[in-house]
Structures are given as C-alpha cells and as structure tokens.
C-alpha cells in the first residue's frame, strides 16, 4: 500500500517542526515522520536561555515541544516512524516507512539534524544534562566564575574552550593526544589566554559527581596520562564533550550531494540540495552554528523553497 504526500519533512526537532508550521500555514499538507528522537538535540538540553520568546529560559524538551503543538496546529500531520529508504532519481520521490510502508513525495524537506559525538562513558552518560554538556553556547551561562572542562583537540574543542574563558573563571582542556589538532591561530590564542590550562596525554576515563534522588551534579573528571598511566581528579562544576557531531545523512548517501564530513550541500544562504524538489534544514546541513533558532529558521527557510517549487 503507497501514499501520495505535497511535502514529507523526515525529522522533527525545530527544523523539522518549523518547516511544519510553514508548510502547513502555505497550504502543503505536510507530513512530519519524527524519527528515532522526536525533538532532536534539544530535547537532552536541560535548560536553554537562547531561544527567543522564552525571557526566563525554558528546558529544551518544553521548548521543542512547544513548536511542535504549534505545529499541529497549523495543521501538520505528525507522525511515529523512521524513514529507511529513498530514491530520489525521478519526482514524485520515493521513500519507506520503518521498511514497510511506500509513500510517494512531491517534495521532501531533510531536517535529520545530526549527532554529537560522546566519550562513552557510563558515568558521562549519567550525568548529560546535569553538568555534562556538548554545547558552550547553549549551557555556558550557567558556569558563571566556575570552573570546567572542555575535551577535544580540533577548532571547536579550542573555540569552545575560549568562549567559556570569558564566563568561567578557569577551563581545563583536555586532549588524550600530545598536541592539538586545531589551527595554529587558535592554539596561540588559547595559550595566551590567562585562566585556561592545557591538560595533553589526558585520556578521561570517568565523569564523577554527586547524586541525591533525581538530582545530580559534577564534581570532577578522572584523567589518566596517557605515557606515564598517572591518575589524576580535576575538580570541576561541568565538563563541555567537544569530540565533534556526526551528521545524520546515511540514507542519503548515493541520493545527495554530501561534503568530507557528510553534511548535505546547499546552495550558500538557501536549503536547496542537488535535487531540484528535496531541500535540507538544521543542523544536517549546518556544520557551523548548531543553534535551535537557526535551525528553525533554515526550516522556515526550506518550507517557503518548496512552496515557490510546487508553484513553478
């Protein structure tokens, strides 16, 4: 059994769910499939003060669910499943359901977002959300004159170690390798910078914390040296994981233009991709900003480009 859909949107996190309301509000019926993780990212960001229209801060779930019920009642259809397959050869585009269900799209809007990468550990796992952050900018504020860390040795691990030098009072960055991997400029820069020290040969091996009932928080991370098999504990307030994101575009692979790191090409400032028809929104094709409010706006973006697509 097959189905015709205006526009598919694979993906509900605020791309998604933004290229939803716009679609919805051009008249597209649009069908959301919302995937593995209805809501993405944000909704493992315990509290987000970034996002517009939410003066006092808000928790990332209540946030994406709030675009989400906005959504609805556009009129998006929303629904449970994960989309396994595509071809996107020849328009109407097709795709299927959790390996089952054909659905035949006029256009389709990828909002998969992507994946931040974690160290692995039980004790990390544990404590996401309550002192173990993968984003600076979204939680940074809330480390004001304390003290963390940041793990990772590339431009974003030192990028981010630097942003959180002008609200922490001290940063540890922590590198299981005896050099970075990050360009010279940024390396001289977080090396001139006072209240940041450069802990290399570190391999963290646990995250350690305090817990009572449902609340947690981080006290510190465990270190071993990479040559010399020292232990050390660095008391901390929080600890940034910056070991890099992982786009989620494997189905896509083969159907559309991907870059070295496998984020979807666009056309400069617009969502379009290869295909005339398919277009791309957040985070999947955004290595740069990660944000939840620039990934609605790229929704909001993608939405409108498949309007003005339908009407050609």
Not at 52 to 65: A, H, K, L, R, T
Not at 200 to 221: M, W
Request: with cysteine.
């Amino acid at each position: 059994m097959s189905e015709k859909i205006t526009c598919l949107i694979i993906g509900g996190g605020p791309a998604g769910y933004t290229a939803g309301i716009y679609a919805s509000r051009a008249g597209l019926a649009p069908v959301i499939y919302e995937g593995m993780q209805p809501g993405g990212q944000l909704t493992i960001t315990s509290e987000v003060e970034n996002f517009p229209g939410y003066p006092n801060g808000e928790s990332g779930p209540v946030i994406v669910d709030d675009i989400r019920k906005q959504a609805l009642r556009m009129g998006a259809e929303i629904r449970s499943g994960e989309i396994s397959e595509v071809d996107f050869s020849k328009r109407p585009f097709r795709l299927v359901v959790d390996y089952d269900k054909e659905l035949f799209a006029e256009t389709v809007i990828i909002a998969t977002g992507a994946t931040a990468r974690w160290l692995g550990l039980e004790s990390e796992a544990q404590y996401r959300g309550f002192g173990v952050s993968t984003c600076a900018t979204c939680d940074g504020a809330f480390f004001k004159g304390k003290t963390v860390a940041v793990i990772g040795g590339g431009d974003t691990a030192l990028e981010e170690a630097h942003y959180l030098s002008k609200i922490a009072g001290k940063v540890y960055l922590v590198h299981r390798r005896d050099q970075f991997r990050a360009s010279k400029a940024m390396q001289d820069r977080i090396y001139q910078t006072a209240n940041i020290e450069v802990v290399l040969d570190a391999i963290p091996t646990e995250v350690l914390g305090e817990k009572q009932g449902f609340s947690r928080k981080v006290t510190g991370l465990r270190i071993q040296n990479k040559k010399t098999e020292t232990v050390t504990d660095l008391a901390l307030d929080g600890i940034f994981v910056a070991i890099g994101v992982t786009p989620v575009t494997a189905l896509f692979v083969g159907q559309l233009d991907l870059d070295e790191q496998g984020y979807i090409k666009t056309a400069g400032a617009r969502p379009l991709t290869n295909v005339p028809g398919v277009f791309a929104a957040g985070d999947v094709q955004d290595p740069h900003y990660r944000q939840a409010c620039t990934a609605a706006a790229s929704g909001c973006k993608a939405a409108m480009e498949a309007e003005r697509f339908l009407l050609i």
